[in-house]
């Protein structure tokens, strides 16, 4: 299958809806039917793990509609990225970590829950936190830094007020990326996600799958999620100045309690844009793509060799047994 896959004989290119997320010290894939994960052990062998995907389009048909997916979606892909996140964590302990007890806490819930029921409160705790500490950091704090500014000018036009949060949002998000990117352990994983893209370069120029040509392919991907949450911070500008206009609420909190009640319709609303965009190739496509490229400097590295492989052997795994059943 892969090799019929990945020949590039006859291939034009295309865009597949195949994507990935990078891990420690490996990458997930995401395909039309399976999801893969492939990690670099300690050892330097591979470590696989192949499951079906399951799409909640398929179980709940109404949560696929327009409007609806978005948030679905996000959330699925919230946690298919923390389960990975964990599997590949299990083959790189903290020091010292291989010898410790479980916490009395891990004890406890795998007592009374199992282990398979402990991972699933493991992850939905995990998004919660997740998304509660990026709501506070790209959310809520711009909004109170710019409602301190505020009370020395209590004459500020709405306005104003909308486009300074903008830009402090911008500007926060910016700033914890470049973070990011400066810490070893980062490094290595944005390595990775430079390696993801690659790959898909690749593949989706039917080229063979071989290192020499992921190696020679741009890390800069129009469809990264960076590109995403990044268009999801710039239409929440957008939609809560709209809001705002209408319902122009000063007090900090009440706009902080709006932003967090219109989030779920942003993130609805940049999902069907990221898909249409995803689709396109034309002038408005490619500026609207332009800041997400621009960001994936600080988000995507040049990989090493070993770490295209691991693109390469995921891309693999998730490639489907009929031709052009990925393509967007």
């Known amino acids: 299958m892969a090799d019929r896959q990945s020949s590039g004989k006859g291939c034009p290119s295309f865009r597949t809806m195949i994507g990935g997320q990078a891990l420690i010290e490996g990458i997930m894939m995401l395909g039309p039917e399976k999801k893969a994960v492939v990690v670099r052990r300690s050892d330097g062998g591979l470590e696989e793990k192949v499951e079906d995907r399951v799409l909640i389009k398929d179980k709940y048909p109404i949560l696929g509609l327009p409007l609806l997916r978005g948030?679905?979606?996000?959330?699925?892909?919230?946690?298919?990225?923390i389960r990975a996140l964990m599997f590949s964590a299990e083959f790189y302990p903290e020091e010292g970590e291989e010898e410790?007890?479980?916490?009395?806490?891990?004890?406890?819930?795998?007592?009374?829950?199992?282990?398979?029921?402990?991972?699933?409160?493991?992850?939905?705790?995990?998004?919660?936190?997740?998304?509660?500490?990026?709501?506070?950091?790209?959310?809520l704090l711009p909004t109170a830094l710019v409602g301190g500014l505020a009370i020395p000018f209590p004459a500020m036009p709405m306005w104003v007020r909308n486009l300074l949060e903008g830009v402090a949002r911008v500007v926060i998000f910016t700033a914890y990326l470049m973070l990011c990117s400066r810490t070893k352990d980062m490094r290595r994983v944005f390595q990775y996600h430079g390696a993801e893209h690659k790959t898909i370069f690749c593949y989706e120029k039917g080229l063979p799958l071989t290192v020499?040509?992921?190696?020679?392919?741009?890390?800069?991907?129009?469809?990264?999620?960076?590109?995403?949450?990044?268009?999801?911070?710039?239409a929440s500008v957008l939609v809560s100045s709209v809001v705002f206009s209408f319902l122009p609420i000063?007090?900090?909190f009440g706009r902080m309690a709006m932003?967090?009640?219109l989030l779920p319709v942003v993130v609805s609303l940049t999902y069907e844009l990221n898909r249409w965009v995803g689709g396109h190739d034309n002038l408005l496509t490619r500026?609207?793509?332009?800041?997400?490229?621009w960001l994936q400097n600080w988000t995507t590295f040049e990989p090493e060799d070993g770490m295209i492989e691991v693109g390469i052997r995921s891309l693999e795994l998730v490639l489907p047994d009929e031709a052009g059943k990925d393509a967007w």
């Open 212 to 234: 020499e040509n992921v190696r020679k392919q741009p890390r800069h991907h129009p469809r990264c999620g960076t590109s995403f949450l990044f268009v999801v911070i710039v």
């Open 250 to 252: 000063t007090n900090v």
């Open 71 to 81: 948030v679905f979606n996000f959330g699925a892909s919230l946690g298919n990225g």
């Open 100 to 139: 410790a007890e479980p916490s009395k806490f891990e004890a406890w819930l795998e007592r009374h829950l199992g282990s398979e029921k402990m991972t699933s409160v493991i992850v939905a705790l995990a998004m919660v936190l997740g998304v509660a500490f990026s709501v506070a950091l790209f959310v």
């Open 259 to 261: 932003h967090v009640v």
């Open 287 to 293: 500026l609207l793509t332009a800041p997400g490229l």
